[in-house]
């Protein structure tokens, strides 16, 4: 069975610093990685994801994660956040493109 | 374009009762979920389906009750409602590469 694990329930920044979600996951098989966003009281949305090629996903608004196998691991990073980014960020493992499994999450707050 | 639609946004319920939250997508997709996301503990598999007819159990199942009788509808039913079963309740449609997900139902258990 997979799992994600998510050791920073909150990240806390200034705007315009650089930021990292930490994740991992543990798999037997290969695996597809993705990352969520969760702004306040509204649901998911994907924000980027690995599924084979380039080891390294970025997103339109300037995240990008990079998939690392020998230490399995999907960070999520961006160099420079916005007030804007305040959300909670999830980290998700599937297998067979369907059961989504998910990390704790994790809440970044920007602040000015 | 709708997506997901979740019924309804908020509910409120003694214990012992039972309710339906609906979950319809437009997407034409296979493969449907639903999870509870709780404070800490992230989101959590209640139960999917692959297809209409075809149900199965997830991380979380015990309490809860699905069935798939078209493509665009998933229903989720509480049997009778426990307050353990307070949380915010997100059905999902498409798997991992294109999962959506609708905006919940926040479920309180008095």
Sequence with gaps: ??????????????????????????????????????????????????LSGSTLVKSINGFEAEFNKSQTSFHLRKPSVHISDTAEYFCAVATGFQKLVFGTGTRLLVSP | NAGVTQTPKFQVLKTG???????????????????????GMGLRLIHYSVGAGITDQGEVPNGYNVSRSTTEDFPLRLLSAAPSQTSVYFCASGGGTEAFFGQGTRLTVV
């Design chain 1, 1 to 50: 069975a997979q799992s994600v694990t998510q050791l920073d329930s909150q990240v806390p920044v200034f705007e315009e610093a650089p930021v990292e979600l930490r994740c991992n996951y543990s798999s037997s098989v290969s695996v597809y990685l993705f990352w969520y966003v969760q702004y306040p009281n509204q649901g998911l949305q994907l924000l980027l994801k690995y």
């Design chain 2, 17 to 39: 009762q039972s309710m339906t939250l609906q979950c319809a997508q437009d997407m034409n997709h296979e493969y449907m979920s639903w999870y509870r996301q709780d404070p």
